[in-house]
Every structure is written in structure tokens, then in C-alpha cells.
């Protein structure tokens, strides 16, 4: 009988299936690195664009900080401006109010009486002054409650006085001035924007 020694070939066999399992193996380990390189490079490029979305947003954030900074500062700006023109304005009022004051006093004045003291206080002006006659003092007094910058004319006095042989009524005036500009500007203050 013959023998057939069958060891060699299961010996074979045997490193041909190890073998096998071991490229298969290798295969799975290599495919497994590559899943986990494809990954962690995702994740690196994700982090990446993460990074520059983060840099660009803190850049945008200095920016409008700056055009924040400006804004604050024009704004300053403003109210410092509307402060200075409101002092003008009243300075502009106090300059022509008494001087508008003293022309509508002057232009209500006929010719024959002159005016010898102005006294202003507050809202309140008294006024003395001599006439020829009390016409001519009811005729002021009609003038000045005619004009818009005078209200509530008043005679306090009115006496006969002999100035140098001259027969001359001397009177006393009290009445109120009106501030239509002042109070048109509070107004509008008031209403404000």
C-alpha cells in the first residue's frame, strides 16, 4: 500500500489560510486607519474654518468697537454744539431784546414829551418822564399798549411842575414787557424732537 503523507499539504494549507488572515487582517487594519485619517483631517479642517469664522468675527467686532467710538464721540460732539448754540441764542435774545425794547419805546414817544428815567427789572419797566401836556402822556401810554413788546401800561404819577417858567406835566409809567421770542423758543423746546 502506498502512503500519502498529507501533512505537507495541510502544513500548507494552513500558512496559506494564515496568510489570508493576515492580509485580510492588514486590509481591515489599513482601511480602518485610512476611516480614522479621513476623519481626524475633517475635524482638522473643521476646526480650521472654525478658527477663521472666530478671526473674522473678533475682526468685525474691533471694527464696529471703532465706528462704536466714533459714534460716542459725535455725539458728544452734538451736544456740546447744541449746548453752545443754545448760549448763543440767549445771548443773541438778552442782545436785542432791550435794544428792540428801547426802539419801540423811542418810536412811541411823540415830540413833545421826553423821557428823564428807564428802570428794568424782571418783566417790569417803570418810566418817568415829562410832558406839555397830558395828552401827549395819554397818547405814550396809548402807543405803548398799541406796540407788541409792552403789556399792562400804567400812570403811578402825574404832577404839574414849573421848569424854568415852563408849566410841565411830570409823570411816572410802570407797565410789562412782553418776550414773544422766548416764549416761542420754549415752546418748541418743549415739543422738543
Same mark, same amino acid.
Do not use: W
Given at each position: 500500500m502506498i502512503?500519502?503523507?498529507?501533512?505537507?499539504?495541510?502544513?500548507a494549507k494552513r500558512k496559506e489560510t494564515a496568510r489570508q488572515q493576515v492580509i485580510i487582517m492588514a486590509g481591515v487594519l489599513i482601511v480602518f486607519v485610512l476611516i480614522f485619517l479621513s476623519f481626524y483631517s475633517y475635524l482638522l479642517m473643521k476646526i480650521s474654518s472654525?478658527?477663521?469664522?472666530?478671526a473674522?468675527?473678533?475682526?468685525?467686532? *474691533?471694527?464696529?468697537?471703532?465706528?462704536i467710538g466714533k459714534i460716542n464721540e459725535l455725539e458728544k460732539l452734538k451736544s456740546e454744539v447744541s449746548k453752545k448754540l443754545d448760549?448763543?441764542?440767549?445771548l443773541r435774545k438778552g442782545r436785542t431784546g432791550p435794544a428792540q425794547r428801547l426802539l419801540t419805546l423811542s418810536q412811541s414817544t411823540p415830540d413833545k414829551l421826553w423821557l428823564t428815567d428807564y428802570d428794568e427789572k424782571d418783566t417790569s419797566v417803570t418810566?418817568?418822564?415829562? *410832558?406839555?401836556?397830558?395828552?401827549?402822556?395819554?397818547t405814550f401810554m396809548k402807543s405803548l399798549e398799541a406796540s407788541a413788546e409792552f403789556a399792562n401800561v400804567e400812570l403811578v404819577v402825574s404832577e404839574q411842575v414849573d421848569l424854568s417858567?415852563?408849566?410841565?406835566?411830570?409823570?411816572?409809567?410802570?407797565?410789562?414787557?412782553?418776550?414773544?421770542?422766548?416764549?416761542?423758543?420754549?415752546? *418748541?423746546?418743549?415739543a422738543g424732537p
Open positions: 502512503k500519502i503523507n498529507l501533512l505537507p499539504m495541510r502544513a472654525t478658527k477663521d469664522e472666530i473674522r468675527s473678533e475682526q468685525e467686532i *474691533a471694527e464696529l468697537k471703532v465706528k448760549v448763543l441764542n440767549q418810566v418817568k418822564g415829562m *410832558a406839555f401836556s397830558e395828552e401827549y402822556i395819554a417858567g415852563l408849566k410841565l406835566k411830570k409823570f411816572e409809567l410802570k407797565f410789562n414787557f412782553e418776550m414773544p421770542n422766548i416764549a416761542v423758543a420754549d415752546a *418748541a423746546k418743549k
